[in-house]
């Protein structure tokens, strides 16, 4: 007499020619892991996971802290491991161009988000998606200009100096305070363009370290008493909420009444507040979540052999004290 499997047998059993399919392995790498920024991208990415009913796994991983060669290091074991796909921030663009050179040889799909390629080497990734990030520095820079009309000294303050989205970042607000043009990203410091002067000892690079952020921006302070504006191309400035205020309550008076303005990329909660209390006098907000959420769904696309966009811009949040309240996007 034949047995009868009961149906909790067969729960158990992998029938041939019925194995279930692996996940897919897609890789979302930012430039560092203790960046409350890259927090937002990793949430989006194991949303994704969680909507693709087992079709792919979200492998978030980077540098503990912004380090350059360990990330490239990073891609190159992931290219070693055989994942599926890659979807890289890059914090130095000519070496990570080389890394995903070494991927595509491999097979691997791969594209950039939040930072991109240099352009002569953007033919490597499929597509990027992320933040036009030249218009933040626009946006920065027209907030600037709203507040102080004739001009005045400025300090910027920025990430990598090899991470071409800051420089895209920097490019922007120069432009837009000199009202010509400067040549390609970084540009060239101002001296007086537009009315515009960048003071000695800037621009302040950070390598995405925030207390290195905030130590800099503490002692441009306190040595350019009459500073007009301050302009950072990150959210490192104002990630260790305490010490921001800190070091921005001093200057709220000379904020307050219009003579000194602190400007700032991002709208992380943290960030969101300090605006609200009036220690920052704007915020140009990028949706991270949104840029790890996609990319996960873009790499699914190459690897399947559908064709992409290229670029992909996620969009901008400006937010001032006039629109603090309803100023992000939903």
């Known amino acids: 007499m034949k047995k009868l499997l009961s149906a909790t047998m067969l ?15 897609l890789a979302l790498v930012p430039k560092a892991m203790n960046n409350p920024f890259f927090d ?21 991983i980077g540098p503990g802290e912004h380090t350059e060669l360990e990330q490239v290091q990073i891609v190159q074991d992931l290219i070693t491991q055989g994942v599926d796909g890659i979807a890289v921030s890059p914090s130095n663009a000519p070496a990570m161009a080389r890394a995903l050179q070494a991927a595509v040889e491999a097979g691997i799909p791969v594209m950039t988000w939040d930072a991109d390629l240099l352009e002569e080497d953007q033919h490597i990734r499929a597509t990027f998606v992320g933040t036009f990030n030249y218009d933040i520095g626009v946006n920065l820079a027209r907030i600037a200009l709203d ?9 910027l303050q920025t990430g990598g100096a090899a991470a071409a989205n800051h420089n895209e970042r920097l490019l922007g ?10 040549g390609t990203a970084p540009g060239t410091p101002l001296a007086g363009q537009g009315g515009w002067t960048e003071i000695a ?11 290195r952020a905030i130590t800099g921006m503490t002692d441009i302070l306190a040595a350019n008493p009459e500073l007009t504006a301050f302009l950072s191309t990150g959210a490192f400035t104002q990630w260790f909420d305490n010490a921001f ?16 303005s602190i ?5 992380l909660p943290m960030q969101m507040e300090q605006l609200a209390d009036g220690l920052s006098n704007g915020q140009v907000g990028q949706r991270p979540f949104e840029m790890g959420y996609r990319a996960m769904f873009i790499l699914m696309d190459l690897i399947e052999g559908n064709e992409v966009e290229d670029p992909i811009f996620t969009g901008l949040d400006v937010c001032t004290a006039d629109n603090v309240d309803s100023c992000i996007a939903g």
């Open 201 to 211: 000892g800037c621009p302040l690079i950070t390598d995405d370290d925030g207390n």
């Open 11 to 25: 729960a158990g059993m992998v029938l041939p020619g019925l194995a279930a399919a692996e996940p897919m392995q």
């Open 263 to 267: 400007v700032v990329a991002d709208t």
């Open 245 to 260: 205020r800190e070091a921005a309550a001093p200057y709220k008076d000379r904020m307050d009444a219009g003579e000194l």
């Open 40 to 60: 937002l991208a990793r949430d989006g990415c194991y949303r994704a996971q969680e909507e693709s009913d087992g079709a792919f796994e979200c492998v978030y």
């Open 173 to 182: 607000i120069r432009e837009t305070l000199a009202g010509e043009s400067l």
């Open 147 to 155: 507040r102080h009309p004739d001009g005045g000294t400025v300090c």
